[in-house]
């Protein structure tokens, strides 16, 4: 066997996220590859949440199995959810005191079902609510791993709280290892190919690193989910590097604040989603008019309005693209791995202090919250590249009373001075200015400013602006963000049957790579463009920047749930 | 020495002859050059409004920012680089009415600037609109039958949001005006000038005349205690604060001072960086 989906749930407060913590910690270690998801349903009676581990003893993996091999259920609803999405030959255990047995018709005939007394075993070292240590017992008992590891880990997790609590947890874990040892239960081992060291985290994690690295020494935020985790995290390591990471009353003030501490030379940012990217429109206009460099990531959810506030959308793009009044620079980065959201940070401080403009981080809810295996951050990657700076001795050369901040060049991007440089004040104002930065309602300065704005950010590149894999003659599949692990495997499943199949996943959503696009397209005889929002944003994008409507075929999802391969597979045999 | 040549623009400010900003303008000018601080070390934010014009006429490093987000703006910058000396400028409507949350908010953080808000009881350059500050009553173009409302009391908003420098000025009185702008500058904290400063196009109201005849002297106000919070909240009932002076000062910590060990000392404004291995382990530590 080369991989494994473990699939465990309850209510909240259960102690799943536990479980998933020390599993995914110690298959790490071992070197095996992982993705991991946590669900909150909040269409279900006491607040069930479940957290689905695949685990890959080679290959990286960029999303969720579609079928669960192993199922721990603690409460009703994660039989509900999951009894048609398991995999043949199955291992099921659920606890009697919360689950039902006579509820279970219409589980798979091949499934081995088994009634452990998580609740019962736990009771027995003290307290209930080591359930979830039971069922890390009986997975490392099950899987058939070595149980020194999974201890270590406990005592690790627990250590602070003293030994007694140690010994319970470690107890609880043994009555579950101990449990079905004796039934004599066991799935096939997995053992991983290698052993390197690896970091698994997620896409909220992976920004913070990559901002830290990338020479971000200023926050602001306020809590939003998915984006929370972003604030919370910064604010705990910011200090450790010299940075400061403020939580503002709101979100007109935390992107104000960012724009303010970037106007003083420090790089800044701020994070948000949905309703926090409606109210920061103004100042994303300010940033583009005045051109200071701003980083905003948008952890896209759920929408309009309150939306679906713990679901997955990509319904933002079209506010990242417009929104704001008038016409501003802008670019809209857009990572599709958890490893790409580390490094896009770097590149994102880079352009936005290159370009003098706003930089959209079009991340997703469930690239931000799931967690992924991941290289070592490779520091070398971060070169923090500063933009036309000038310097103190070039000031003093020139020895002008106001610096000409938004001067003309062939590049149309200015020399930028920073407060405390002699010679280099300058007036920086959302109203038309001229060179200076003084107002002017002159029309042929206007005109001149307005593409000087709008037309430094052609060059832009990302270098991969657009991931391509596979030669995509029949079927081409395009999408962003962190559908891009359903629409790789869809592509690998169409090769497997003799298809053509091939991916173009944006990662630069703006200005938009068309060109490239074009090209793609063009030799496709199928083009299908995969999102989470009802209208097709990414598609329609497409349609203004490529020339052959017809062949775009959009699929789309709005109901809060996400892409798997076969949605893919299904949609492109029913357009046949 | 900064001079006061360094400080002046060569740009004639677009407001009306006689409009009050006029003086807020020279009196930010002449104490900056009293401080002998220098324009490169000065950051001047402000609003939108006629008044937010004003950042404009100085030279500095200066910024127009949003109608209602200036002092958003300017933590932002202090933050960044405590060295410079920040000041934030706005209207009534700007900062007590579109930005009165950020007002509340920037007092109780303490972040250490100035704040002054011309306040002419009204929108000036929206052309006459009734301003939170504008009285019951007073009949304005979008309160042709007066004003339905009760108007802010910015003082008593400031001093239950915690600002620990609160003083109130007029513009037709330049010297305790610079004398508090001074003070305010001088002041470690969030330093809150609110000025009298009359609109003569829009405010038929409140003019420089009224403002002459009913306005006290808090400075020469015998046995008044600034340091003393609750003699300050009954001194702006007592007088429906109609007062200039210093009203409030308080010391205490502020924001940067108040943050985890290490914030701020390394905001890298100007340098490049690197992680280090050491820096590195330490960051990935809790993912690996
Ligand atoms: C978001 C937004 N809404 C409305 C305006 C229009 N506007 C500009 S200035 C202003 C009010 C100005 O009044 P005040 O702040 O008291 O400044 P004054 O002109 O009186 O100095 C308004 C409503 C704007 N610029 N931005
Ligand atoms: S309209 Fe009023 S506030 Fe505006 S410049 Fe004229 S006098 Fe000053
Ligand atoms: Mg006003």
């Known amino acids: 066997m080369e991989e494994l989906t473990i699939v465990i749930g309850g209510e909240q407060g259960e102690g799943i996220e536990s479980v998933g913590e020390i599993l995914t910690k110690v298959l790490s270690q071992k070197g095996f590859n992982l993705y991991g998801f946590r669900n909150f349903s909040s269409r279900i009676k006491g607040g069930h949440s479940d957290f689905n581990l695949r685990v890959s003893s080679g290959r990286e993996i960029y999303v969720n199995a579609e079928r669960a091999n192993l199922l721990i259920a603690f409460d009703q609803a994660t039989i509900d959810l999951y009894k048609d999405q398991m995999a043949a030959n199955s291992i099921i255990l659920y606890d009697s005191k919360s689950v039902n047995p006579n509820n279970f018709a219409d589980l798979p005939e091949d499934a081995l079902i088994i009634e452990a007394p998580f609740q019962q075993l736990a009771l027995e070292c003290g307290n209930s609510i080591m359930k979830n240590m039971v069922a890390i017992g009986m997975i490392c008992g099950l899987n058939q791993h070595s149980p020194m590891e999974f201890k270590d880990v406990i005592k690790d997790r627990f250590s602070k709280k003293g030994i007694k609590i140690v010994e319970m947890n470690i107890e609880a874990f043994e009555k579950g290892h101990d449990f079905v040892k004796e039934k004599g239960l066991y799935s096939i081992p997995l053992v991983p190919v290698t052993d390197s060291r690896k970091m698994f985290l997620s896409g909220n994690e992976a920004m913070v690193i990559g901002a830290v690295a990338a020479g971000c020494r200023f926050m602001a935020g306020y809590p939003i989910t998915p984006a929370s985790e972003i604030l919370e995290n910064l604010i705990k390591i910011m200090p450790e590097y010299g940075g400061i990471v403020v939580q503002a009353e709101d979100e007109l003030c935390s992107v104000a604040m960012a724009i303010g501490a970037s106007f003083a030379g420090t790089r800044a940012m701020t994070a948000t989603s949905g309703p926090g990217v409606s109210l920061m429109q103004e100042a994303v206009g300010l940033s583009g008019a005045v051109e200071i460099p701003l980083v905003i990531i948008d952890t896209q959810r759920g929408g309009p309005s309150s939306g679906l506030a713990t679901k997955m959308e990509q319904s933002d793009l079209t506010a990242m693209l417009g929104g704001t009044h008038g016409e501003i620079p802008r670019i809209i980065i857009s990572p599709s791995t958890i490893q790409e959201a580390m490094y896009d940070m770097g590149t994102a401080f880079n352009l936005a202090e290159q370009y003098q403009c706003p930089v959209f981080i079009a991340a997703d809810l469930v690239l931000a919250t799931s967690k992924q295996s991941t290289e070592i951050l490779d520091t070398r990657k971060f070169e923090m590249d500063r933009g036309k700076r000038v310097t103190d001795e070039d000031l003093l050369l020139q020895e002008a009373k106001v610096f000409d901040r938004f001067a003309f060049t062939e590049d149309y991007i200015s020399p930028r001075t920073i407060p405390g440089q002699k010679y280099g004040t300058h007036h920086a104002t959302g109203i038309e200015h001229g060179e200076t930065g003084h107002p002017t309602e002159d029309p042929i300065n206007r005109k001149k400013m307005m593409i000087k704005r709008m037309e430094k950010i052609n060059s832009v590149t990302i270098g991969e602006d657009i991931k391509v894999e596979g030669v995509a003659e029949d079927i081409l599949i395009i999408g962003f963000g962190s559908t891009y692990g359903a629409i790789k495997e869809a592509c690998e499943q169409f090769q497997a049957s003799g298809i053509k199949a091939g991916l173009a996943h944006l990662r630069l959503l703006h200005p938009f790579p068309a060109k490239q696009l074009e090209r793609l397209v063009s030799m496709a005889r199928q083009v299908i463009v995969v999102e989470n929002n009802y209208s097709g944003q990414l598609a329609n994008v497409i349609k203004q920047h490529v020339q052959d409507h017809a062949k775009i075929q959009k699929l789309t999802k709005f109901d809060g749930t996400l892409f798997k391969p076969s949605d893919i597979l299904t949609f492109s045999k029913e357009l046949v | ?288």
């Open chain 2, 1 to 288: 020495m900064a001079t006061l040549k360094d400080y002046r623009m060569d740009i004639k400010p677009n407001w009306c002859p006689g409009c009050g900003d006029f003086s807020v303008l020279a009196a930010i000018q002449k104490v900056a050059v009293n401080l002998n601080i220098e324009a490169e070390d000065m950051a001047f934010i402000s609003g939108i409004g006629c008044s937010g014009r004003i950042s404009g006429y100085v030279n500095a490093y200066t910024m127009h920012t949003m109608h209602g987000r200036a002092l958003a703006t300017a933590q932002g910058v202090k933050l960044a680089n405590p060295d410079l000396h920040v000041i934030c400028a706005g209207g009534d409507g700007d900062g007590f009415g579109i930005g009165l949350n950020h007002f509340a908010h920037a007092a109780r953080r303490n972040v250490d600037l100035t704040y002054i808000v011309m306040d002419n009881q009204i929108y000036g350059l929206t052309k006459g609109q009734m301003s939170p500050t504008s009285p019951q009553g007073m009949e304005t173009k979008s309160s042709p039958g007066g004003n339905p409302e009760q108007p802010i009391n910015p003082l008593q908003m400031a001093l239950a949001s915690g600002s620990s420098f609160i003083a109130q000025a007029f513009s037709g009185d330049v010297k305790q005006l610079m004398s508090l702008i001074e003070q305010g500058m001088q002041h470690k904290g969030f330093a809150f000038i609110n000025v009298f400063s009359p609109c003569v196009t829009f405010n038929k109201v409140l003019t420089y005349e009224y403002f002459k005849k009913n306005l006290v002297n808090l400075d020469e106000k015998e046995g008044y205690d600034p340091s003393n919070r609750a003699m300050a909240f009954n001194m702006v009932e007592e007088t429906g604060s109609m007062f200039t002076g210093l009203l409030y000062k308080q010391e205490r910590k502020t924001l940067t001072e108040s943050l985890p060990k290490g914030s701020g000392t390394n905001m890298l404004t100007r340098d490049t960086f690197i992680l280090d291995d050491i820096m590195k382990e330490k960051l990935i530590s809790r993912y690996v």
